[in-house]
C-alpha cells in the first residue's frame, strides 16, 4: 500500500500563490507518475498537472503560465506552486501517483490522497 499525505491548500485572495505539497510513503518500487487533479463543486475531477518520471510535465491549459510542477524524487514528492490565484481555482485538489511495487510485477496501480482544499477569494 501507498499512501499520499498532501498539505498546502488554503484560503488566499485573487492574484495571491500557494504551494501544495504531497509526500507518497509505503511499498514502492519505482513511481511512473506523480500530479495534482482538482475538483469544483458540481464539477467533474480534472487534471491540472503531472509530473511523469524522466519525461515532460503537462499541464491543464487553464493553469499554464500561472502553475508549476515540480518532484523531489529522494523524497517521493511531489510539490505545486501555483500563482496568479483566480477564484476558478477554488477547488479541493487531490494528489495522485502511479506505483509499482515490485521489479517482478511490471503493473503499476494508482493511487489517490484525500485531497486540500483551496478557496481564491476575489
Known amino acids: 500500500q501507498v499512501q499520499l499525505v498532501e498539505s498546502g491548500g488554503g484560503l488566499v485572495q485573487a492574484g495571491g500563490s500557494l504551494r501544495l505539497s504531497c509526500a507518497a510513503s509505503?511499498?514502492?518500487?519505482?513511481?511512473?507518475?506523480m500530479g495534482w487533479y482538482r475538483q469544483a463543486p458540481g464539477n467533474e475531477r480534472e487534471l491540472v498537472a503531472i509530473s511523469i518520471t524522466d519525461g515532460s510535465p503537462n499541464y491543464a491549459d487553464s493553469v499554464k503560465g500561472r502553475f508549476t510542477i515540480s518532484r523531489d524524487s529522494a523524497r517521493n514528492t511531489v510539490y505545486l506552486q501555483m500563482n496568479s490565484l483566480k477564484p476558478e481555482d477554488t477547488a479541493v485538489y487531490y494528489c495522485?501517483?502511479?506505483?509499482?511495487?515490485?521489479?517482478?510485477?511490471?503493473?503499476?496501480?494508482?493511487?489517490w490522497g484525500q485531497g486540500t482544499q483551496v478557496t481564491v477569494s476575489s
Open positions: 495522485t501517483a502511479k506505483v509499482r511495487h515490485t521489479i517482478v510485477s511490471g503493473i503499476a496501480y494508482d493511487y
Open positions: 509505503g511499498s514502492m518500487y519505482s513511481i511512473r507518475y
